[in-house]
């Protein structure tokens, strides 16, 4: 992904909270010369027994995932496949109207994290199982209502051997924060309050991103 020096993130963290408020990512790998490249939407997650501290690149993160086994990507899918994750974050357009200057021209600002990694096919049962249930409490607990899952178990186990697990180690990761930081701070004060304004949470999303820009 090319980012301009000015979009990059302030700090590490940045790529981390996007990827984990905006946790369902496109993954693609490559395919055969008929089939073309595989692309599937899914859920993903920081594998939750890492307890390691994100490199500036996001280098040897350990991510979770898993798809539908019948998806021709999941036969794709070996363990040692390079991968390439893909989060977006808040976005919004930007109207030449907000400038409120002559020439202008209108742009997009938007937040996205391209993560580059290899992937282990996970192939047990019981791990499989593990990825669904970490998945599950991780959703839960950030976007959910804490649901017990307990009583959901021997359904969980009828519905897994369909399910192909695998985890992705990081090899690095771009973040591309374009939130007008090239221009002028009274302009791009205009633009927050436009997006604040809109009453839209991603424009509003979008505004609060910009409003924490060093």
Known sequence: MFVPSHYREPDVSWMVDLMRANPLALMASNGTPADGPFATHLPVITDPGWDGQPAADLAGMPLLGHMNRANPHWAALDTGTAVLLT??????????????????SPTWNFTSVHVHGVTERIETTEETLGVVQATVQAFEKDFGDSWDMS????YFRRI???VGAFRVRVTKAEGMFKLSQEQKPEIRERVVRSFAGRGCTRHAQTAELMNRLP
């Open 87 to 104: 989060f977006t974050g808040p976005h919004a357009y930007v109207s030449p109207t907000v400038y409120d200057v002559t020439p202008a």
């Open 160 to 162: 897994v051997s369909d």
């Open 151 to 154: 009583k959901s178990l021997d």
